[in-house]
């Protein structure tokens, strides 16, 4: 028996498996390419190791795909082959990981629950409920699951950065911005190469408003995260999204190129930045050149691998950008029969919230506008389940504003954006489209002030 560098039991013979371990946990908290591979020298020291074959199979979840399920069952079966003489606390990460391997979610983050209460310096039970939390949408989780362990937590102790990071982010999604801020700096402070925790305060830049501070914030080399695994891509999509705040189309594209998807991928959170980001390029009437084919190709290739939901609308968003109708019908086909899988969270989002934005946004690209917003406007409030940040969501009500100009329902185009710049009062794009419509209603002294306002 030995323990992790937080005090908590490992079930191993071998000092060398325990401290390979505890390296594989620091390079999954940070983003380290090499994790997979600390992991490796973990088990080839200890191969029967319980809880170095959950988290092998662990990251292996974290691919986000269907592919990777015959290998995760072997990890629990490799596991469950020593579940007979480990702790309480390691029996549950293997019941966690089946859950999880499921699409049981609820199941899961319960499990990590019972293991964080009596044991709340359990950073990896922490990092995978908080992660979960994310693709749930549930925003309450992201910050109280790490508030009723914080104090549990000391700055002497290893990850005592990545906690905050997390903090950071829950508090971010819940509104409280000022806090957030405060404890993701300090996170930052406490460990420059926490990725997660610079992308806290960098959400809180977006839903500020602050793209100035924002670019300030991300002003890292282009090669600064040469040895991150794709979550990297992430940051440097919100880097872009300050570069697009201020109107530097070249910068975006540019980003884009070289850093965002530097190289074609259908991993998932690739595809969700590259879309969004052209997506929002499109809105903005900037020539994004073919690049929307090249992601459309990889959309193709994933129809069929559900896990989660967030991805499936950002696959829609491609193959109707593309006007590749028949794959986009295929996908609606395969999403409502993912719908029936029983005890899948993702799976019971579809019908209520997620296939509904699939129809929407093919609507838009066949230019059925009017069909857009009779599917989106019933929902528009219901978003959070399909997972992402508020930030990430945005995309959605871009969508309805667009549909909504599109076919001149000016009213409604005038109400949205009024929502909008009260959201965000610095977004010039839409107080200049709320002057727009404001033009279109016959409201001209209504509209000057709203310019004056913008200058």
């Known amino acids: ?217 991300l002003s890292q080399p282009a090669d600064a995260w040469n040895d991150r695994n794709p979550f990297k891509g992430h940051i440097w999509w919100h880097t872009a999204m300050f570069a697009l705040a201020l109107g530097e189309y070249d910068r975006v594209l540019d980003l884009y190129d070289n850093s965002i998807v530097p190289d074609p991928s259908d991993f998932y959170l690739d595809v969700q930045n590259a879309a969004s980001m052209l997506a929002r390029l499109d809105f903005l009437g900037v020539d994004t050149g073919n690049r929307w084919a090249i992601l459309a190709d990889m959309a193709e290739g994933r129809i069929g691998d559900h896990t989660l939901a967030f991805t499936e609308m950002h696959n829609m968003i491609v193959l109707a950008r593309e006007g590749r109708t028949e794959q986009a019908d295929k996908l609606l086909r395969s999403l409502r029969r993912f719908a029936e899988t029983p005890d899948n969270f993702a799976a019971a989002t579809m019908n209520p919230v997620a296939i509904p934005l699939c129809e929407a946004i093919l609507a838009y690209g066949r230019g059925d506008y009017t069909q857009t917003i009779e599917t989106m406007l019933p929902i528009r409030y219901d978003y959070a389940c399909v997972g992402g940040s508020h930030a990430q969501r945005d995309i959605f009500a871009q969508y309805l504003i667009e549909a909504a100009t599109k076919d001149k329902q000016l009213t409604l185009a005038r109400a949205l954006l009024a929502e909008r710049i009260a959201l965000y009062p610095t977004n010039l794009d839409a107080r200049t489209r709320y002057a727009d419509s404001l033009d279109a209603l016959g409201d001209n002294a209504g509209a000057a002030t709203a310019r004056s306002a913008s200058a």
């Open 1 to 217: 028996m030995h323990t992790d560098s937080r005090g908590l039991a490992l079930t191993t013979d071998s000092n060398e498996a325990a401290t390979r371990y505890d390296q594989a946990i620091t390079d999954y908290l940070e983003y380290r390419a090499g994790a997979m591979g600390s992991l490796k020298s973990c088990l080839e020291a200890d191969p029967d190791f319980v809880m170095a074959n959950v988290l092998q199979g662990y990251l292996m979840m974290l691919f986000g795909s269907n592919a990777m399920n015959d290998k995760v069952a072997g990890c629990i079966a490799k596991a469950e082959a020593g579940s007979n003489r480990v702790t309480e606390r390691e029996r549950a990460h293997i019941e966690a990981l089946r859950a999880w391997l499921s699409g049981d979610l609820n199941k899961s983050n319960g499990i990590w629950d019972q293991i964080l209460f009596d044991n709340p310096a359990d950073i990896l039970a922490l990092r995978l409920q908080h992660f979960n939390a994310f693709w749930m949408g549930r925003r309450e989780l992201l910050r109280d699951g790490i508030a009723r362990v914080f104090r549990a937590w000391d700055p002497a102790m290893p990850g005592y950065g990545a906690v905050c990071g997390m903090y950071s982010f829950g508090l971010e999604e819940c509104g409280d911005y000022e806090q957030a801020e405060a404890l993701g700096r300090k996170a930052v402070d406490h460990n420059p190469d926490d990725l997660w925790a610079i992308h806290a305060v960098a959400h809180v830049l977006e839903m500020q408003g602050r793209a100035k501070d924002g670019q300030t914030w």
